[in-house]
Nanobody, 125 residues
Framework: QVQLVESGGGLVQAGGSLRLSCTASGRAGSPYAMGWFRQAPEKEREFVAGISWSGGSTDYADSVRGRFTISRDNAKNTVYLQMSSLKSEDTAVYYC??????????????????WGQGTQVTVFS
């Protein structure tokens, strides 16, 4: 079993920045494709960004491309989401996800085996 723990969420003014972190534990030695999803109130959970287990491939939702950056440190089993130029519409619970079955998890929730509990990001004007 793999546990994912997110941190770094909080309250930020529009135009500001936040960095989310997600640390994986419980299954040493296995590389994971990682991803970030988010769910705003009364909306479906949506893909935000993904990164391959090597870090060599990344993908972003159109709504965040150019503002968010996903990266990872495999030595620390941690993936990051640097969020800049935040907008009110970025307000959501952000979830980290991991998958051990493929090099890259993709944009669909079905592409990920493990999920964190989520961290709240609130952007105010």
């Amino acid at each position: 079993q793999v546990q994912l723990v997110e941190s770094g969420g909080g309250l930020v003014q529009a135009g500001g920045s936040l960095r989310l972190s997600c640390t994986a534990s419980g299954r040493a030695g296995s590389p994971y494709a990682m991803g970030w999803f988010r769910q705003a109130p009364e909306k479906e959970r949506e893909f935000v960004a993904g990164i391959s287990w090597s870090g060599g491939s990344t993908d972003y939702a159109d709504s965040v491309r150019g503002r968010f950056t996903i990266s990872r440190d495999n030595a620390k089993n941690t993936v990051y989401l640097q969020m800049s130029s935040l907008k009110s519409e970025d307000t959501a619970v952000y979830y980290c996800a991991a998958d051990s079955r493929a090099y890259f998890g993709g944009r669909r929730e079905e592409g990920y085996e493990y999920w964190g509990q989520g961290t709240q990001v609130t952007v105010f004007s």
